[in-house]
């Protein structure tokens, strides 16, 4: 047995020599080797943890490191060796428990303190980061549009029929939020409801681009001038329009005193015009950027007889 471990430290220091110029692979063998011979020696493990952290071979530096931390429990390297590959794992809140209980029996270890502040605002970052991207998940557009469908339902007299478009509306807004969070913009167009049994599908597609609409009064004109007919012509049930606020120069719904000031100011977005014989909405989808990603907030409901985008599509009727 003593042979062994006399054995085990020589291949240890090879593996030392090794690590010291960047030979982490050799070091690694070299460690197993030394392993085999002396398989309860935790600054073996130790060892290998630190050369398979080099190798970016993080499960195996972590069984080596919690291995060290088994062997010898109040020894605080070993804990140090499995905060360091915690921490490459990008698991924060783990590492630093780790590092703590290394501090624990070394409070002088100031590189340790250090590791400690610096991975404890990583946590905070990592979880500011977490919490975007739930948001960017759990927008909840159906809840937040609770009011239209009540209103759908009551004008339409017919329980499907108003299901039927309140999906449709909530499929067109949560379809531009997961462009807009992946692309950072949307098209402006306009969704169109058709008729399943009168529209002309060959002929009548169920979007139409926009994008031109709002340079000028002149497109602007144009645009629902066309969009009136296509309307007609189509048999649409009800239409959802898609803008972005940045390609917005004609109208300007968000300019204006008093009663018409914009109350989302600075907020970069999309706008939402729901058309229909017999209700019209519009709604504001206000964009920020947290953590380095793009956020949709919640829609906020506007005054369409102050902040509408295009004039009314569909002739007015009091129910569907």
């Not at 392993?35 to 080596?64: H, M």
């Not at 290394?102 to 270890?109: E, G, T, V, Y």
């Not at 108003?162 to 531009?176: K, L, R, Y």
């Not at 602007?220 to 012509?233: G, N, V």
Request: glycine share 4%; hydrophobic share 35%.
């Amino acid at each position: 047995m003593a042979d062994n471990a006399g054995r085990a430290a020589a291949l240890k220091d090879q593996g030392n020599e090794q690590f010291k110029t960047g030979g982490y692979l050799k070091a690694a063998a070299l460690y197993t080797q030394a392993i085999k011979l002396d398989p309860d020696n935790p600054t073996l493990y130790s060892n290998r943890a630190a050369a398979f952290l080099q190798l970016v071979k993080l499960n195996k530096a972590l069984a080596d490191a919690e291995m060290t931390v088994k062997l010898k429990p109040q020894w605080e390297k070993g804990y140090f060796r499995k905060g360091c590959v915690l921490e490459a794992m990008e698991q924060y809140e783990e590492a630093i428990s780790a590092f703590q209980t290394a501090l624990q029996h070394n409070p002088q270890n100031t590189e340790v303190s250090r590791k400690i502040k610096r991975l404890t605002q990583l946590a905070r970052e990592q979880k500011r980061a977490l919490d975007v991207e739930n948001m960017r998940s759990n927008i909840d557009i159906g809840r937040n549009l609770e009011s239209l469908k009540t209103e759908l339902a009551a004008k339409c007299g017919d329980a499907e029929v108003g299901q039927n478009i309140f999906s449709f509306v909530i499929n067109v807004i949560e379809s531009a939020i997961k462009a807009w969070h992946e692309a950072g913009k949307v098209d402006a167009k306009v969704n169109f409801l058709l008729d399943d049994q009168k529209t002309d599908t060959e002929k009548y597609a169920p979007v139409v681009n926009i994008d031109k609409a709002f340079e000028s009064p002149h497109t602007h004109s144009s645009c629902f001038e066309y969009l009136r007919q296509y309307s007609q012509d189509s048999f649409s049930k009800v239409a959802c329009m898609v803008a972005p606020k940045s390609i917005i120069s004609y109208p300007q719904v968000w300019k204006g005193q008093g009663s018409r000031k914009w109350k989302l100011d600075q907020s970069d977005g999309f706008f939402v015009q729901f058309e229909s014989p017999f209700l019209r909405k519009i709604w504001f989808v206000p964009s920020t950027t947290e953590k380095g990603r793009t956020l949709c907030r919640s829609p906020e409901p506007l005054d369409i007889t102050i902040h509408e985008i295009l004039p009314r599509i569909f002739k007015e009727t009091e129910t569907v």
